[in-house]
Structures are given as C-alpha cells and as structure tokens.
C-alpha cells in the first residue's frame, strides 16, 4: 500500500504540487484573517477607573453636645451628671442610681429633656408643700428663654413676640450687644410695659 502511494506521488508529483502550494497559501491567508479577528481592539476594551486606596479619606466625627445636670434629694447617688443634649429628666435620674424607698416622684416630669445646668429635685414622701413647690420653680426656670442667643422662632414662642419683634430683638442684640438685665428688653422698637410683664417670668439673660 505504501509503494503504491510513493508510486503515485512520483508519477504525478509535478501536477500536484500547483494545487498543494495554492491549498497551503489559501489556508495561512484563512488563519492569519481568523487571528486577527480574534484579537481585541485596544478601542474597544473598556477601561475601569480603579478607586485610588492611597488616598487617605477623611472621616469627621461629630460629638454630641454635653450638658450638666445636677440631681438633687431623695436619690442613690445625688450629684452633677454629664448627659448628651436631647436626654431625658429620665436619664439623670437612672445616672444618680434611681429613687430612694422614700422618695416621691410623682410631681416630676420624666419625659422632660435636660437642659444645661439644670437643676432637678426629688423630694421625700411627707415633705412639706412649700419644699415640692421648689420643684416646679427649678423646672420653670430651666425651661426660660434666654433672650441674648435665642433665635427667632424660639422668641416667637412668647406672648406678644411675633416674627416681626423677633426679628427686631436679634437685630437690636447684634446692634447694641447682649442685653444686660431682663429690663433691656423694652429698649426694643415694638416692646412697651404691658408687653415685658407678660415675657418677664418667661425670658433670661443669663
């Protein structure tokens, strides 16, 4: 078999090496037309931004303003207490180590939200009327206005202040400076006697 090859090949080798050398030609041509299809254009790969980690990233903590708050009588623990602003009379009484057996906490105002320098009591059972009373003045006189840095929707909570006055309370305290006693308030265009009588249980100074 293999003789009958070779006999075939010498005899007709010279008719077919023409069509051997064009086969052989047209299939490079084929393979290098496939590879080059093949490859990917450099414009049409996508490139994709790498976020840069040697960039140190700033992060901003912001701490919650702090008030003190003085807790007072019938408690585990009295004293001055550093609570978050926004906590509760709650929270004051829990850091001073909750009531005495023989407290009594039912004029107090749980749910109240402490203020700076505020000054809570809590009286015992059997106290006289005049000692629960101070309770109600402490508390009355946290929840004062302060009329040197209150801004005007909080001014306009008062009797007799409306958008207008607030606004000229500010614009008097930027222009002449803090008022100096509660008084002060009636050298304001607008706020005569009658109307300071009713504001001053309500405003501060301090």
Do not use: C, W
Not at 160 to 182: L, P, S, T, W, Y
């Amino acid at each position: 078999m293999i003789n009958l090859i070779q006999l075939f090949i010498q005899k007709y080798k010279k008719k077919l090496l023409l069509p051997v050398v064009v086969i052989g030609i047209i299939l490079f041509i084929s393979i290098q037309s496939f590879l080059k299809s093949a490859t990917p254009k450099a414009d049409s790969i996508q490139t994709i931004p790498l976020k840069n980690f040697t960039e140190e990233e700033t992060i901003e903590y912001v701490e919650d303003p702090v008030v003190f708050v003085e807790v007072k009588g019938a408690v585990t623990k009295p004293g001055v207490y550093e609570l978050s602003e926004g906590d509760r009379v709650l929270n004051a009484i829990e850091m001073a180590g909750g009531y005495l057996v023989s407290s009594n906490s039912k004029h107090i105002n749980h749910a109240e939200r402490v203020k700076d320098e505020m000054v809570i009591y809590v009286p015992e059972e059997g106290e006289e009327e005049e000692e629960e009373t101070t309770l109600s003045i402490s508390s009355s006189q946290s929840s004062l206005v302060n009329i040197n840095n209150a801004d005007a929707t909080v001014l306009s909570t008062l009797p007799g202040i409306g958008a207008a006055k607030a606004e000229a309370i500010i614009a008097h305290r930027e222009q002449v400076g803090a008022f100096k006693d509660n008084q002060d308030l009636m050298k304001v265009t607008g706020i005569g006697q009658k109307t300071y009588e009713k504001l001053e249980p309500l405003i501060t100074v301090k």
